[in-house]
């Protein structure tokens, strides 16, 4: 599934009148905090190297 979309469930009951419950979520995406840091860590090395190379 992908972020936006509707995932239903439906639960039938096991009585005589059939009932049923319902239950409705939407995915919303999440930005993981680690790969943010990852992300962040690999560009300061890229940077760093770059000027360590320069001088």
Do not use: C, Y
């Amino acid at each position: 599934m992908s972020a936006g979309q509707t995932l239903d469930f439906i639960v039938w009951g096991n009585n005589t009148a059939n009932k049923t419950t319902e239950v409705s979520a939407t995915l919303t995406p999440v930005p993981e905090p680690s790969a943010l840091l990852l992300l962040g860590s690999g560009l300061a090395g890229l940077v760093w190297f770059r000027k360590k190379k320069a001088s």
